[in-house]
């Protein structure tokens, strides 16, 4: 089983997102492996211990540090690291997904995994057009993924807290939301030990296949207007509620 897992780096949203410009100052600001990336790791791992195999982690090294998550990668499980040298923060998701593409489709894999969405834009990109790329049915929103010869068991979550299982012909893209298990831990020392002794694989894209896209301004959201705490005892509390809704003409 040839299995291949995409992954996204991408600015922490810890802390407010510091703006330059017209985008991110990307300079200022960490980039961290996004979280639905380390839930797909965890259930393609999962699926290599159930039917053996070889699995390659590959991401765009947007700002030269993606080397990090790469060995934390290795450290969870993953067999070979692939880096593609985008050098370019700012990248969109059509141009990610076209590299991404490119690289995957010479591993010839049996299945892909992605995270469903970057926990910084939420655009669920990366994963459809992959699959796109590579002419591969998609399915998003999955919880669990077993695989018997060429067909995969796909469990996917909806709203409303339904859930559907799919019967899939290999190959395939998954975009993973939950792993049926939670993400492993990979010790500090392992990460370490792996970072001297494995070897990352560089890739050069080639073309563009931006969506045509512009940001055109970011910014933080404009404060209009603030909040009021009552304080005293609840009946205290209901008449200044009582007189303010009076006060906006609402009572």
Do not use: C
């Not at 995270?115 to 002419?135: H, K, R």
């Not at 939301?177 to 560089?202: F, G, H, M, N």
């Amino acid at each position: 089983m040839n299995i291949v897992v995409a992954i996204k780096h991408i600015p922490s949203i810890a802390d407010d997102l510091p703006v330059k410009g017209n985008n991110v100052d990307f300079d200022s600001v960490d980039f961290v492996l996004n979280e639905f990336d380390e839930q797909s790791i965890e259930q393609a791992v999962l699926v290599k211990e159930a039917v053996g195999g070889t699995m390659t982690v590959v991401g765009v090294d947007m700002i030269g540090e993606l080397d990090g998550v790469l060995h934390l990668a290795l450290a969870k499980g993953a067999d070979k690291a692939v880096k593609i040298t985008g050098d370019d923060p700012a990248a969109d998701s059509h141009q990610q997904a076209k590299w991404l593409a490119e690289a995957i489709k010479g591993m010839s894999p049996n299945i892909v995994f992605a995270g469903v969405q970057a926990s910084n834009d939420l655009d669920g990109q990366i994963g459809p057009m992959i699959a796109a790329y590579l002419d591969m049915p998609y399915i998003g929103g999955v919880s669990s993924v077993e695989v018997a010869g060429d067909t995969a068991t796909v469990n996917k979550e909806f709203a409303g807290g339904f859930g559907a299982k799919y019967a899939v012909s290999l190959p395939m893209v998954v975009g993973v939301q939950a792993s049926t298990k939670p993400p492993r831990y990979a010790p500090i020392s392992k990460v370490r030990q792996v970072a001297q002794t494995a070897t990352i694989e560089k890739v050069v894209p080639s073309g563009e296949a931006s969506a045509g896209l512009t940001m055109k301004k970011m910014a933080p959201p404009v404060v209009t207007g603030h909040a009021e705490m009552f304080t005293g005892s609840s009946k205290e509390v209901a008449a200044k509620i009582v007189e303010l809704l009076k006060s906006k003409g609402l009572a």
